[in-house]
């Protein structure tokens, strides 16, 4: 279907508050575009207005609440408004998924999913936002909200409201994964060892603005005209780079990051096709930019492979470093990779930012096998547990390849159970594992890609003494049988030289 744009053209000299009134009287936030001169200047104006997915090569689209608006009418840039048009959008049927469901039913197959599957399905209230509305995520694995020895992952959709085939692909994934299980070998053995974590609408404010009972006048901010994604803290702008508090969206997002130790996600938007890979805020490549070409091209390529020609071929033939395309600060992507040691892409489903319903069937047949895929790749890489050598206790510790490691590429392993995920282009690394107290230890391995190599790792605490290295005269020392058995029946003594106490195992 064709959409009819209405333009008109902004004159800058005009001042904003003869306009402003009639500009946001619709909702807090306008659609324009303009022609840019250089790369460098779309970067300034990035740091001004938040530039849209639809920005090419040499049109620049962006959206603007009032007050950066106002400062982008000081730099006297010709610009088109772009009047959003009215979607009226015929709703299909649930059951055939090119639908849009509502707030409430929205909430209801939450709900139904955690209720139908209580052995592998848990629903979370993340937060509720002051419109009342909630920002929900399901989690999803055998033995579900049991840590086990497996890699967490993330599928969040729509931070951006009236961006939303990601909601109902998301939506129809959980349905998909859940009735599957245990029926196809794939879905059973990803449910099975991935810790699976979906959350299909990240803007609820955003998408329900014209209210609860349809999406069709969704706008891309929150209720605050913020735009979410340039609410998180920057790798090199530091925290509030957009100058404004963290939202409570933001928040709640911040708190499920810290408390899940997500190892690979991605972030669903629409307004292009294309995978838009690390980093956005600065031209730095990531130590993984082979990896990330290669997971990014495997997205783009079943993508095109189950969909008609012409699908999912944007930039790159479907790929692009994101600061190659326009720079984006404090974006929720860089967020997740530089602080979360998380791997995070953006995923661009389709140009249509609210596609017509009729047309989800089809994203759905091109992009599943694609998000099946990606999800898999969580498994790969270089993975194991880390452990205490003499208590065998799991441990957090860094795991870093010097001589590649750069931006905090670098990864930590997890408590409870002390796993790691390494995710690494097929190659031969030298990999440290290091902890303060602890001797690190370096191992030298060879991955393959789409393949898993496991080591686990038992490091040794620096004051730790064998009773082979202790003379008769030092076990007078002793002070403190603790008299516990570690995992291999070792017996656990403290003794004091007076200054520093050492922890001392007897093979028995
Ligand atoms: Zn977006």
Redesign the pocket.
């Known amino acids: 279907m064709i959409k009819k744009i209405l333009f008109f053209i902004v004159f800058p000299l005009i001042s904003l508050s003869q306009s402003d009134d009639k500009l946001f009287s619709e909702s807090g936030e306008i659609y324009f575009s303009f022609q840019y001169e250089s790369k460098d200047q779309l970067n300034e104006l990035s740091k001004i207005i938040s530039l849209?997915?639809k920005t090419n090569s040499h049109n620049a689209f962006a959206y603007a609440n009032k007050k950066e608006y106002e400062e982008f009418l000081k730099l006297n840039i010709n610009h088109n408004i772009i009047e959003k048009p009215t979607l009226n959008y015929k709703n299909g049927d649930k059951s055939s998924w090119n639908y849009y469901p509502s707030y409430p039913e929205y909430m209801n197959m939450m709900t139904a999913f955690a209720d139908s599957f209580p052995d592998i399905c848990k629903l979370h209230y993340l937060g509720t936002l002051n419109s009342g509305r909630e920002i929900l995520i399901v989690q999803i694995s055998d033995n579900v909200g049991v840590k086990e020895n497996e890699p967490s992952f993330l599928y969040t959709s729509s931070?951006?409201g009236d961006?939303l085939s990601g909601y109902v692909l998301s939506l129809r994934l959980i349905d998909y994964l859940l009735n599957n299980y245990g029926e196809n070998n794939k879905i059973t053995y990803l449910i099975d060892e991935i810790d699976i974590w979906i959350n299909p609408l990240a803007n609820p404010d955003g998408a329900y603005y014209g209210g609860n009972q349809n999406v069709w006048s969704a706008i891309?901010y929150n209720s605050n005209f913020i735009d979410l994604?340039r609410n998180y803290p920057d790798p090199e702008d530091g925290p509030h780079p957009d100058g404004n508090p963290y939202q409570q969206e933001t928040n709640i997002f911040l708190g499920l990051a810290d408390t899940i130790n997500f190892n690979m996600a991605a972030n669903m938007?629409?307004?292009a096709e294309v995978c838009n890979y690390p980093w956005d805020t600065w031209g730095n490549l990531t130590s993984d930019n082979n990896w990330w070409q290669y997971v990014t091209e495997q997205y783009a390529d079943s993508c095109q492979m189950n969909s008609s020609s012409g699908y999912f071929n944007d930039l790159n033939n479907g790929i692009t470093n994101g600061w190659d395309w326009y720079e984006v600060d404090g974006g929720r992507q860089d967020y997740m990779n530089y602080f979360r040691y998380c791997k995070e892409f953006t995923l661009e489903l389709s140009n249509d930012k609210t596609p017509n319903p009729n047309d989800l069937p089809d994203l759905w047949e091109a992009n599943y096998p694609s998000l099946l895929n990606y999800m898999e790749q969580s498994l790969f890489g270089l993975r194991g547990t880390v452990t205490d050598s003499i208590t065998g206790n799991p441990l957090k510790v860094r795991v870093e390849i010097s001589g590649h490691d750069i931006d905090s590429s670098h990864v930590y392993s997890n408590l409870p159970i002390g796993n790691y995920h390494r995710y690494l282009y097929q190659g031969n690394y030298n990999i440290t594992f290091s902890k303060v107290g602890y001797h690190s230890k370096t191992k030298n391995v060879t991955i393959l890609n789409n393949s898993t190599l496991i080591e686990n790792v038992q490091l040794v605490p620096v004051n730790f003494v064998s009773i082979n290295d202790v003379s008769s005269d030092e076990s007078k020392f002793f002070i403190d049988l603790i008299g516990r058995k570690n995992k291999k029946g070792n017996l656990i003594f403290k003794y004091s030289d007076g200054q520093i106490q050492k922890f001392i195992s007897l093979k028995k």
């Open positions: 849209d997915h931070m951006h961006e891309r994604n938007h629409s307004g």
